[in-house]
Nanobody, 126 residues
Framework: QVQLVESGGGSVQAGGSLRLSCAAS????????MGWFRQAPGKEREGVAA???????VYADSVKGRFTISQDNAKNTLYLQMNSLKPEDTAMYYC????????????????????WGQGTQVTVSS
């Protein structure tokens, strides 16, 4: 059974940093692709960053240059390093996985992913 468990959320002031982790289990970790999404109250869930095994990454324009997605295959863990956080980054952050063949152009689309974690809350105060 595929399981994704996020951690690392919290409350920080604007300009601060957080590192989110997503521990994956129940499948061959380095297959397919994985992504980070976020959802603020009253808003749609949006793609933040995604990673295809081999080092291909994509980012939403709103986080480029501030967020970095990476993975540790030995630990079956996906990370999201978030620097220079802004109040508008406040949201519930979710990890997601697609175990099939991934298309670069679809990596930030929520419907592209089958498996989801429960989320971790990030709150950035001004």
């Amino acid at each position: 059974q595929v399981q994704l468990v996020e951690s690392g959320g919290g409350s920080v002031q604007a300009g601060g940093s957080l590192r989110l982790s997503c521990a994956a289990s129940g499948y061959t970790y380095n297959s397919g692709c994985m992504g980070w999404f976020r959802q603020a109250p009253g808003k749609e869930r949006e793609g933040v960053a995604a990673y295809i095994d081999g080092g291909i990454t994509v980012y939403a324009d709103s986080v480029k240059g501030r967020f970095t997605i990476s993975q540790d295959n030995a630990k079956n863990t996906l990370y999201l390093q978030m620097n220079s956080l802004k109040p508008e980054d406040t949201a519930m952050y979710y990890c997601a996985a697609n175990l099939g063949i991934c298309s670069l152009g679809r990596l930030l689309l929520r419907w592209y992913y089958i498996y989801w974690g429960q989320g971790t809350q990030v709150t950035v105060s001004s």
